[in-house]
């Protein structure tokens, strides 16, 4: 949309055609439906059902104007098929880049699938409120993650390492369905072998290869020595998981707005406008989709 | 999920399609050529193997994509859905005849006696084995649906698109009403005419209301569509309730959740 | 706010001095109700409505409209233009003016502009007209029975006259060159105070006019009343379809038959919607009509209200006669009263 259109003009245009004086922020959210084209850079299987995807925006401004939070999400499109809100899951510490960790689950998901590095796809974004990591910064994290739940996460974990002095003792409990579901085992496994994090693996499903813990991730959590004066706890994962894990935290004495919890809910548009992701009188997209446990309490509907 | 992974899978095949037809009067395989102005658009991205009504020939045994036109009558036509359920990786079910069992499905209620009014005694041996007629997801797990008598050719042509490229968009649950209102249009209920727009699903846009008639329940009951407070409706509004259970039959006969609440 | 007052008879010059620069649409009979709609003459229009069927909102968020065009083969963004028609909604009520200027604040302030919405409101002139209540309407349990900003003129009918509020120049210099208009006597200003007062008390006094809406909306989400009311639910949406505020929408790719190119639409939609509030994988966080009914009244009486301070609902009253098993903010209020009653349990 430029403003030296006549009044009422609605004009989208292909990026050829973007002007030359428009700045990267312009281009994202003069019409923040509009996706820019970022080619694939890279894509290897996580699981046999989730890759991780890297990508790479072509235009020089946007990427340089696309810089998001840990715990913010963006709206993938693919013209035809349509747009899935997906968690970004590298940290803004990686520049020029964002990686997606893509779960075969709906269609555009299945289609990015069958893509390869090179193949352009759409992005808009970033969008919500991610993790408060200023907040976080000089105090423990408790980061509880679920399945798929590890994606937002991730993007946190990765940039609490690149500034690890920023932070205090950093555990992460993660369960999965089986062995085989569990994402980026390798890169936690060696900063837990460097005693960067405390890591606790959890399955419900275990395998011959398995002689880790058996269970949910509350059984680990409640070993746990917390400091809850100056503690933040992290959860994502299915919404089953919420409630369980909360009260173990609660119950270390974690203050409400000291949990920190990722919901999932429909994010169709990203900015607060088409009301899918309506949670009470809050919007996961805008509001969202990170809340702290006080303000969850306060929104009807929220767990 | 569709069946576009085949053409964007490594091998990247032109998908096969079958259109096949079962008990029905064809017109919906007739509305597919009424989509004249692109037909030659949408042959090109498909390769058409077999299609009922224009071949002689029989259909092979493999391919991509089955569309299958027509209520499952007999017990042959329920062998043919169970071998093309097999062969296809999509199953796209088109009409009233093959979602909702159709006009066809008002004979399922004492069919053997019914039998006997048209033929004297047994129906003839070329009508096949006579069974309940059943939409074709009643008997095997249907992909997508192309909804009402008949279908629209370009709702035809969106639906195979979606089969072909993907589309994350969902099926539409809700009832008709919506539409209506959208459209401006004067609702039936305010003139205490029966109209099953009240818990028929929608997706056609309302236009048998906006040609000035009322729905009569084509797409068939929405699975969200709440019959119970449509009755409801209806004796507020003055319509009578045993006609709009009746009116009902036409398009939902053999649909199981009218079944349960109509034995309340 | 600057004011004059004209002649009613002076009405039809003014329309059509509007209709030599811009499409005027208004509100004309259809059936047994009215809609707006285009106007080819003055004489078509009906000022004497008590409501419309469905809303004006439709000419600032069409029911379908395209968000782009793209190329669905390099997947990418085509050019795509549109110029909106510039437009005059002639006739518009206060519940009416003040659900644009909530839509106005769900889709352009805040962080992101929504450059369609936003397109159309500035190519949309409005003309705002006093109006007698009728049976339905409760505006003035929610302050939508003024409209304080969001016209560019509005009409109090006093009798022969218009008292006329202006609050644009372009319309201003329209009225000015079209009508004679002059400064109000003391007599125009008793009429306008009278009219006022006569409107206040023709509200339907059987619709109950309940404190901390709300709060109450929150004290009781519980209650086993929204299972009574959700059953009722036909999930057909007439509701939001016809509510001059419910703007959520769904956003679609259609594609050319070629299956090449296509538009990215996007088209009302509604959180009475069964399918609504599901997520990948099949889960609904709504899944009933209690939770959908409850969450679309929670939005009107609540949500907003916490947000920016007013109610969505502005007490139009569509939704009343929209609904055939007498699903709206009415029954809310009605069950908030029951359970205000001396004897409730």
């Known amino acids: ?303 | 999920m569709g069946a576009f992974s085949l053409i964007t899978d490594a091998e990247r095949r032109v998908p096969r399609v079958v259109v096949v037809g079962l008990a029905s009067c064809f017109g919906c395989q007739i509305q597919i050529t009424n989509a004249e102005p692109y037909l030659m658009q949408i042959l090109g991205q498909i390769d058409l193997q077999y299609w009922q009504l224009v071949t002689s020939e029989d259909m092979p045994d493999e391919f991509d994509v089955a569309i299958i036109e027509g209520a499952v009558t007999t017990r042959e036509a329920e062998q043919t859905v169970r071998a093309v359920r097999e062969r296809a990786a999509h199953v796209m079910a088109i009409g009233a005849c093959a979602t909702t069992a159709g006009v066809t499905g008002m004979a399922a209620p004492g069919l053997g006696g019914r039998v006997g009014e048209v033929y004297e005694g047994a129906a003839p041996e070329s009508s096949g084995e006579l069974i309940e007629p059943r939409p074709v997801s009643a008997v095997i797990e249907v992909d997508s649906e192309v909804l009402c008598c008949p279908i629209d050719p370009m709702d035809f042509v969106a639906a195979l698109q979606r089969v072909l490229f993907g589309s994350n968009r969902l099926p539409d649950t809700r009832t008709l009403c919506s539409d209506c209102k959208r459209n401006e249009t004067e609702c039936f209920y305010n003139d205490a005419t029966l109209c099953l727009g009240l818990v028929t699903r929608a997706g056609c846009g309302a236009r048998c209301v906006n040609l000035g008639r009322p729905c009569n329940g084509c797409a068939g009951l929405s699975p969200d569509a709440n019959v119970e407070a449509a009755r409801m409706a209806c004796a507020t509004y003055g319509v009578d309730v045993a006609a709009f259970d009746k009116a009902l039959e036409m398009f939902n006969q053999v649909n199981p959740a009218l079944a349960e609440s109509g034995d309340e | 706010m600057l004011y004059r007052v004209m002649d009613k008879r002076e009405l039809p010059a003014l329309v059509r001095a509007f209709m030599e620069s811009y499409e005027v649409v208004a509100p004309v009979k259809r059936g047994s109700g009215y809609v707006f709609d285009v106007i080819g003459s003055p004489d078509e229009i009906e000022l004497d409505y008590t409501q419309t069927d469905a809303s004006p909102k439709k000419y600032l968020m069409p029911s379908t409209e395209t968000l782009m065009r793209f190329d669905a083969q390099m997947n990418l963004v085509d050019d795509f233009t549109e110029q909106v028609t510039p437009r005059v909604v002639f006739g518009v009520h206060t519940c009416d003016i003040n659900a644009m200027n909530r839509l106005d604040i769900a889709l352009i302030e805040g962080k992101y502009v929504d450059p369609y919405y936003q397109a159309r409101r500035d190519a949309t002139m409005i003309i705002g007209i006093s109006c007698v209540p009728g049976d339905n309407c409760f505006c003035h349990l929610w302050g939508a029975d003024e409209a304080q900003f969001g016209y560019d003129l509005f009409l109090h009918d006093i009798g022969d006259k218009y008292l006329v509020s202006m609050s644009n120049v372009e319309a201003t210099n329209i009225l000015e060159a079209a009508c004679e208009i002059s400064e109000a006597t003391d007599e125009d200003r008793i009429a306008f105070r009278q009219a006022t007062r006569a409107r206040q008390a023709a509200f339907n006094k059987d619709i109950p006019d309940v404190q901390d809406v709300a709060m109450l909306m929150d004290v009781f989400h519980s209650d086993p009343f929204w299972e009574e009311l959700g059953s009722r639910c036909l999930s057909c949406s007439a509701c939001a379809s016809v509510c001059p505020t419910c703007f959520c929408f769904d956003i679609r790719d259609v594609l050319a038959p070629d299956g090449k190119t296509g538009e990215r639409v996007r088209t009302w939609d509604a959180c009475t919607s069964p399918g609504f509030a599901a997520v990948t994988g099949g889960y609904n966080f709504r899944p009933t009509g209690r939770e959908r009914v409850r969450h679309r009244m929670y939005h009107k009486l609540n949500g907003f209200f916490v947000n920016h301070d007013r109610m969505l609902c502005v007490g139009c009253g569509r939704c009343v006669k929209a609904c055939k098993t007498g699903i709206n903010p009415i029954e809310v209020l009605r069950f908030f009263k029951r359970k205000g009653a001396d004897h409730a349990k």
């Open chain 1, 1 to 303: 949309m430029q403003s030296n259109m006549p009044r009422g003009t609605i004009e989208v245009d292909a990026l050829r055609e973007a002007p030359q004086t428009m700045s990267g922020s312009e281009m994202l959210l003069g019409n923040a439906y509009r996706p820019w084209p970022a080619r694939i850079t890279s894509m290897r299987d996580l699981t046999a059902n989730e890759k991780l995807v890297e990508m790479r925006f072509i235009d020089e401004r946007v990427r340089e104007a696309f810089v998001h939070e840990p715990g913010q999400f963006l709206e993938l499109s693919l013209f035809g098929v349509g747009e899935a809100p997906i968690s970004i899951t590298s940290s803004p510490t990686k520049q020029g880049f964002v990686e997606l960790c893509i779960r075969r689950a709906g269609t555009v998901t299945s289609a990015l699938h069958s893509m390869h590095a090179g193949d352009i796809v759409g992005i808009r974004g970033p969008f919500g409120r991610g993790f408060p990591v200023d907040k976080f910064r000089g105090n423990d994290v408790l980061i509880v993650a679920g399945g798929l739940g590890i994606a937002p996460v991730r993007s946190l974990i990765n940039y609490i390492h690149d500034n690890r002095s920023d932070f205090g003792k950093v555990t992460i409990v993660y369960g999965s369905r089986t062995p085989s579901d569990i994402m980026f085992r390798d890169q936690f496994e060696m900063w837990r072998h460097r005693k960067d994090f405390e890591l606790y693996l959890t399955v419900d499903h275990p395998d011959d290869t398995w002689d880790g813990e058996v269970g949910v991730v509350t059984e680990p959590m409640k070993r746990l020595d917390i400091n809850p004066a100056n503690t933040y706890g992290v959860v994502c994962g299915p919404p089953v998981m919420y409630k369980f894990v909360v009260q173990v935290m609660r119950e270390k004495n974690i203050d409400y707005d000291h949990i920190y919890l990722d919901f999932e809910r429909h994010m169709k548009c990203g900015m607060g406008k088409c009301g899918h992701c309506q949670i009470g009188h809050q919007y996961c997209c805008i509001d969202g989709p990170v809340f702290n446990y006080w303000e969850a309490k306060n929104i009807q509907g929220s767990m």
